[in-house]
């Protein structure tokens, strides 16, 4: 089926909702890809784009897609290339069904994320891990294969830490604010925010406790050895629309100064072909100064949101290491962005 | 000067400001304190408290008080009990002034509270911590004296410890999520923090690490022996206007199950005559069930503002112990509505 | 039934939802009402209270209704009184078949508003509406009957025109800006209304310029001459969480002068007996001198929610009269605050 | 003095306020302007831009400004051309001393606005006015000269109803929904606004109900013949970061359908030389059709923030005309975008 050349079609599932809609705003344009197929659930199907979609984010979807007519999740799609922002149960299904009739499956869904042959792909700190894509042809004799991103708190967490993986990360405590785009949408009521902190969403704190332990772990034979270190969340949403703040507190096994960790930070940038790729920001950690810095509205859009800013590094006497803060926008890094900075590598990397 | 034949009269300090207007509503119609005197700095002074005063509450200031004339710093105040709500600077001069002049000044500012023979004060959990008023008396020949209450974020995190003191508290995380009325009036700007959160407040994390220590201490001899235990904090701003949350991790010496963290708090009162006085929650620590409890616009209001509601109780396996969250009213538990049931312990101990 | 020594046991239909909930927090204490059944959809129906409603407003439920079993809509009530909070549909089928089985039902649905024998009942402007349950009795043979409150936003503009009849209103111009709280819950996705204005809410235009003509009507016969006035309304949706404010101009047959406006408002209290009911509100309508005010977090609990606040009187030059804000409380007196004033009417009248 | 070879340099007044701050972000990359001097108060002149300014909008100032010195408010500037963001008394007297001292000045500030010879520039709308300069020359015997742009508010009602002047506007009545940026930095207290909207602004509603007037107006002769129509203005807060939105309802002395008004705005682009100049927008007027538009967040950067959006057309009974919703951007329409423009036209025109 692929066809390789560029533009490459590409279908998204789940088009019509707010992690969807990211994927429109963000492919409007892009160098390699063509959104081709716009694919949601039975409600929507057969509409077209403009009449299945209440678009959340600013501005309108592009002219000729709004026009397009939205295909079902049983369609027989032609795109070699696809983006899943579906939720979790139709993701098992389709996914899964997808990648065996040939498709490269980018997803932002959580469905695979703990198989152990799918990677969660963060390309900038683990772009070895796409070759878990030859184990799942290996495994279930596809010719597709399904790469998945992280968990949207996972990611500016991950980013963070990779960097400082050689001072021996052993323990690290995360206190999550979220933002509310990473409900989705409807998603979170305005009586429940407005004025008000919730200090819960349900089953985050598992996922931040374990996926960037895989995301940072290192590949071994056809499998993750995930990252020995300890973890714990504790997650919540507060009045911000887009990007996730989080407090990070972390124990080293080596002796690590402020200025190691500033010099790591800066210094990152991730194997090749990676800082190439079309949406790998230029620095994919960014560390600020100011006294009162990363803040979600100030500093989301940093690297057109690809950009992890880190900031607030002060040491932290109950971890006898050092805590800061990290923020990553959620909805590009930590979902729609990343899926397409992942189909980059798999098409740089041959799988596609 | 003392007159303790009830109604006693107080004096506000700082009467226009935030805080000082939560000290106008929360003495409304108290049973044993009558708001007799008004005093501001210069810009106020003179002026009836309506003009001078800009009521960021609802409702109105009482009519009685909005057309009385506002005392200027160095006015020679009448009333035995005096409540301070003001800036460091200011209360530094003048509370120490009128503690030697014979007054009892039951203060929210930060300028004294570690003072050695300066109680921070917190009812439940150290009103023993009073007789440091005797030492005060003993070492400079004052009639009068200081009681501090504590930073309005330290108040939850020492009111939800003290009842786990002995299990032995060893180390503590917090996060904290603080409401924008904690920065007082104009205070934090609205282009700062609508669609935003500030990981930031200055002077603030020190406060954190260091005042529970001496509130959770035992008095020995002429000071307090502070809590054996390390603390670190971070602080953040977010969009609420009243009450913060915060993430508290903790590690004891002991074994301890979720139940012993339950029973704790559920049979915590504090030490006689703590329970009974007028200002004394029912409750001290409200604990919650909910999976996402407490928040802050729906709990903050528990006790009339004065118990400190807890929830989320959940192990954290960095620290080897528990994590869970806490919240209290900002201007109430930990700013004015403090003071008064410091006030009233003073009364009750014959210290006015 | 009917069995109206007090206290008069009362159902709430849609005890569940947020108008629901409302209703059993302003009963609870209330001198003459006990609420004896809560009534709710299938979903909802044989759970208890607290299993089945998620309770958006502070505190908690009142605990003996939170472990009270939740009827479904066909259950043979025994209340003689009974408050609905049902949406549109429902309200049409239920209300109508317990007016005829002798229940007084005091509705907060739009669906009978409009229907010629069934008041809009608010009692200080129109309380002689009430006699249309004697109309309702004679056509349709029954022993019970249905007052209806108008809708959230048309009440403060009915209350804030009532006075001003005398004047000769001619046309009024109302532009509001509505609270969240206005849509119930889940209702406004947070996702679109933080850092946001919706200028739209839908079926709420056509209702503000109508509700409020038949609201100051005048009882003719069996039905009601609606005030012969033109209306033109803008209803927009903005980041409040309770209480709608509206900005109305209005052009007079009279000349009017700012104190005649201010005195009507000022001695405004409406017929007997309704000042002496239990929820009726010392001012019906409370004028503030401020520049900035009325505003809907520090006015909207006037009257425990239940005055209407008016301010920023100014002539207007295109209507040639006036024009000013009003504000009231959209869930309390726009709503189940309301409908317990109209029943303490009905009750004080004789027709339960 | 002038040296208009491109690119022409600036300086900026105010530069390290919320609206300066906007003119050097706007200003990045323009294609003829080059910032070149940076002027603000006392209290920053001498300290880098860095250190002087509080950066308010996303990301960061540019690099090289960062780090330009600022120069106080009497320096001998070299620009030609001079951006003033400056409050309204210092305004007043360094304007006019540039203007004689051969700069053109393109202030935001509303000192100048309604002076005769002082244009309201925009362009779109009434590019002619700009000849006012030559007579400003003639009377002052100054070889610069001074123009403003509107009230931030006054610019979406002017952009609205220019369109709409054939139709014979009588009578205007507009309600604003403004955003907190409108205030500046620090601006409007966050304990204002959290869940609240004020409905007041001091100054603004005069400033609404004459402005639109002058810029609809004619130039006849050396001044500006103001439109014969009647303005009434509500002016209030909303807690919206960035644009106003204005309820518009208008009376025509013509018969005018919904189409006559959709074609009129439509077909609107203001007269040559300005649909060519860099800061134009495409479309000065876009009409949404959308049942809930135009919105602040959604559509607040049409056109780069340039155009007014207008949406939601229907009949005003109370007017007899129609009644719409119009936004348009208040730093860049109605600010700093409004000032580039205007000097864009200046230049073509030859002033400068």
């Known amino acids: 089926m692929a066809n390789t050349q560029k533009p490459i079609n590409v279908a998204i599932l789940g088009a019509t909702g707010a992690v969807g809609q990211r994927f429109i705003q963000l492919l409007e344009g892009h160098p390699w890809f063509r959104v081709a197929e716009l694919v949601a659930s039975e409600r929507s199907a057969g509409k077209t784009y403009s009449e299945a979609a209440r678009w959340v984010l600013s501005g309108n979807p592009p002219a000729d897609l709004a026009a397009q007519e939205v295909l079902p999740l049983d369609a027989d799609l032609q795109s070699p290339l696809v ?30 994320r703990m198989q152990p042959e799918v990677p969660i792909l963060l390309p900038e700190i683990n772009a070895e891990h796409a070759q ?22 996972a990611a500016p967490v991950a980013m963070a830490l990779a960097p400082l993986r050689p001072f021996g990360i052993e323990a690290v405590q995360v206190v999550s604010m979220q933002a509310v785009s990473g ?3 409807p998603g979170v009521p305005s009586l429940d925010i407005i004025d008000n902190v919730v200090p819960y969403i349900g089953g985050e704190e598992p996922k931040l406790e374990t996926e960037p332990r895989k995301m ?3 590949l071994a034979g056809d499998q993750i050895k995930f990252l020995d270190c300890v973890m714990s969340a504790t997650c ?25 960790l500033r010099d790591a930070w800066t210094a990152f940038v991730g194997p090749d072909p990676v800082p190439g790729l079309p949406s790998a920001p230029e620095s994919p950690v960014v560390v600020r100064s100011e006294p009162d810095r990363p803040q979600p509205r100030r500093d989301r859009d940093t690297g057109n949101g690809m950009s992890t800013v880190v900031g607030r590094i002060r040491p932290c ?20 962005g990343c899926s397409i900075l992942n189909a980059e590598l798999l098409v740089e990397n041959g799988y596609l």
């Not at 004799?141 to 968990?151: D, L, Q, V």
């Not at 006898?320 to 979902?335: I, Q, S």
């Open 83 to 112: 983006f899943s922002a579906l939720p979790g149960d139709a993701a098992k299904e389709v996914e899964w069904r997808l990648a065996g009739a040939g498709h490269v499956v980018c997803s932002n869904a959580s469905a695979y």
């Open 132 to 153: 878990l894509i030859k184990v799942q042809r290996q495994k279930h004799g596809w010719s597709g294969g399904i790469a998945t991103n992280s968990n949207c708190t």
């Open 183 to 185: 409900a989705g949408y």
């Open 216 to 218: 940072l772990g290192a």
């Open 236 to 260: 919540t949403r507060v009045p911000v629309l887009d990007s996730h703040l989080v407090s990070v507190s972390v124990r080293f096994s080596h002796d690590v100064s402020e200025d190691n």
């Open 317 to 336: 006497p109950v971890m006898g290491g050092w805590k800061f803060l990290a923020l990553a926008h959620n909805t590009v890094r930590g979902a729609a």
